[in-house]
């Protein structure tokens, strides 16, 4: 009975002594070596601005709208909708099909096609929600790593500070196309002659309309010139579009380049759709895939392979943010004061420009440097944002002085700028500027 006694005791001081030893060992993470990740150069910016404590700052980083008195907005359309889909008892909660809510399906495509599409009319859009147009590229880019692995994605230089991580993460190597020249205009002919160097088969991403970070378009006539490209290179062709009716406030003009190339050249593409400027839907995270192919059996055939990359990435979408653009557009009245508030959304970021350059003119605030001769750069661009040749010692200066954030790279929301701040913020450029002169 002792021996016995002896080795229970033995064996659980063993057993004691592992379990310490192996506390130890796990005392530190099994993930500890794992490196901190850099800070998002966009996102970091809202981070930033959200932790000073000064009294006066301004946020011109982030990408989302603001009223003239610096407040998010909520669309009255949106909120007409909401109500409606809240007084409706006979919705219900339940999964959506991994393609996204067929009503949704069918008026997304219309608006960035147009109602008379003869692609949609035809049945070669496949098409499918998505969380919002990032997931949307996401899912194209799965796509094309799956049937076209070897295909080079060109994005433009400058372009969204995702675009490139997106691709890469789906296992597409990706390269640069020239897009700005130095005094903030297009570079047409860079554009071009990178684009035609380009091998046989490359994925070319094009903005829509609105250009991020730069807000310069093409014309219409050299969106003709980027299309012969496009064809001559037999490019698969990836409009991202995020900002359609939020640039000019006419939905049909933004959509002018994507049914260009669909409606009179009769090419196959790939076009994005997010819903967060043009519905002020950003936390809803709703948007698009379309697929315009030759012919219904190939669209059905596409059509079944993204809900198969869409199955094991996420199994199926959100339904909140369908529901809300779907009513807005079944409905012709809501559809009707939805164009109406984009009107006036966009109508405010260009008044906003001209009153910034009209302030930086009558304080004569010297120029970014000398390649510009004017500050008519930032109203002849459109969008969002405006690329204002600003450098990083400019915008580290706009920061830690005047507590006026953007990224480094110059790029202004203009969504920020409103009747209250525009002249503190046209005199923090100025003393910006003349101070690391």
Known sequence: AHQDLGRMVFRRGALALACAMMLGMASASRWASVPMAPADPILGVGVAFAADPAATKVNLGIGAYRDEHGNPLVLKCVREAERKIAGDDKLTKEYLPVQGLQDFLTVTSQVVLGKNSSAIKEGRVAVCQSLSGTGALRIAGEFIALYNPGAVVYCSDPTWGNHHTIFQKSGLKTKKYRYLTPTMGLDIAGMLADLSAAPKGSVFVLHTVAHNPTGVDPTQAEWKKVAEVCAARSAIIVFDTAYQGYATGNLDADAWAVRHFVDDLDMELMVTQSYSKNFGLYGERIGALNVVTRDKSTADKVQSQLKG??????????????????????????????????????????????????????????????????????????????????????????????????????????????????KYIAAAMKDAVTSTA
């Open 309 to 422: 990359i869409v199955r094991p990435m996420y199994s199926n979408p959100q339904l909140h943010g369908a529901r809300l653009v779907s009513t807005v557009l079944k409905d012709p009245r809501l559809t009707a004061m939805w164009e109406v508030e984009l009107k006036e959304m966009s109508d405010r970021i260009t008044s906003m420009r001209q009153a910034l350059v009209d302030e930086l003119t009558a304080i004569k605030c010297p120029f970014p440097s000398n390649k510009f001769s004017s500050w008519n750069h930032i109203v002849s661009q459109i969008g969002m944002f405006a690329y204002t040749g600003m450098s990083e010692k400019h915008v580290g200066h706009l920061t830690s002085k005047h507590h006026v954030y953007c990224t480094f790279n110059g790029r202004f929301s203009m969504a920020g700028v409103n009747p209250g701040n525009v």
